[in-house]
């Protein structure tokens, strides 16, 4: 059995759409269906069961859960702007503890969700070399509870027998639940179609244009790919980005967005919130090496393709995956 913790959210979904891809039905799903769309993400999938987090942890302490052969632990608290420590370190830190644990004391693989919020500003680099992990600052708690437990994984020792996955910015379909924390592709597509513009932010550094600030962007079915790699082969552990390796600007999203809904691009800049202008990144792209070294070799769908495909083969339509 496989297990998926926030099965039935944006990433854990396209993942579990990717096991059954595989023939792969006998998986635990543990959720909640706290909002609409996330019952809409599980409806095409196949999966043996779901249950509540706090069951499952229940089942986890005192032993009862049995039957599984890997766990890939996504569900976690994943708003940037979340500001209640104990809340990001019950739920991101000590959570993913109790499940490492679990794991490691019964030999189960064992890959969870880092991020790429635990690089900060960018001024240490992208690297995922572990030797690095205390030299980075993440800007807001959510990266700093991401990388807590990076930390944690590290000094147990332990980072040579779980995988940790530093996902960039991820977008696709079964986001839509998502809220504020959905991609710019997303919250693009909706402002193009309701007022045939975007909006982005200016940019208050010198060496970056307004909309020139840039991210690693990856589609879903790509980052699925990376994270399915080291199911695949359970030699491989440790940390590793899961982005692209190509720091691409927001307007080139926004340009690639206007082309899928065949309009004429009209990008209005407008001023970025003061509550988020200190804790900001202009700058994001993995360093890509590591992952290639241990054999990844797939490549990446360009991100004009990538948001063609989830505008005119989701959006649009107003789909799922496997729907």
């Known amino acids: 059995m496989i297990v998926v913790t926030g099965g039935a959210g944006f990433i854990g979904s396209a993942l579990v759409h990717g096991l059954n891809q595989r023939g792969c039905t006998d998986i635990l799903i543990v959720d909640i269906e706290d909002h609409p769309e996330k019952k809409n993400n599980l409806a095409p999938l196949k999966f043996s069961r779901r249950i509540d987090p706090d069951t499952f942890l229940a089942q986890v302490r005192d ?21 209640d420590l104990d809340f ?40 995922d070399d572990e030797a690095q992990l205390p030299k980075l600052k993440p800007l807001n708690p959510y990266g700093q509870s991401k990388q807590d437990f990076d930390l944690w994984a590290k000094q147990e020792g332990v980072l040579d027998r779980v995988v940790g996955l530093k996902y960039f910015n991820v977008f696709g379909p079964n986001e839509y639940h998502k809220e504020d924390m959905r991609s710019m592709v997303l919250k693009g ?10 909006r982005l932010f200016k940019s208050y550094r010198p060496e970056y244009g307004d909309g020139e600030q840039v991210r690693d962007f990856i589609y879903v079915k790509d980052a699925v790919a990376m994270t399915l790699f080291f199911l695949d082969h359970p030699e491989i552990c440790g940390l590793f980005n899961v982005g692209t390796g190509q720091a691409r600007s ?58 063609h495909d989830y505008v005119v083969g989701y959006l649009i339509p107003g789909k799922h995956l496997a729907s």
């Open 63 to 83: 032993g009862s859960l049995t039957g599984v052969d890997s766990l890939f632990h996504l569900g976690a608290c994943s708003s940037t702007t979340e500001t």
């Open 88 to 127: 990001l370190a019950r739920n991101n830190v000590q959570f993913t503890q109790h499940l490492a644990r679990y794991c490691l004391d019964r030999d189960i693989r064992f890959i969870y969700a880092s991020s790429a919020a635990t690089y900060g500003n960018g001024r240490q680099g992208y690297s």
């Open 189 to 198: 597509y909706e402002q193009i179609r309701e007022s045939g513009k975007i």
């Open 250 to 307: 927001w307007n080139d999203l926004a340009r690639a967005l206007f082309a899928a809904m065949d309009r004429k691009v009209n990008i209005e800049i407008i001023e970025m919130p003061d509550a988020i202008r200190k804790q900001y990144q202009y700058h994001t792209c993995a360093e890509f090496g590591k992952i290639q070294a241990a054999g990844y070799q797939r490549p990446f769908l360009p991100l004009e393709q990538a948001v």
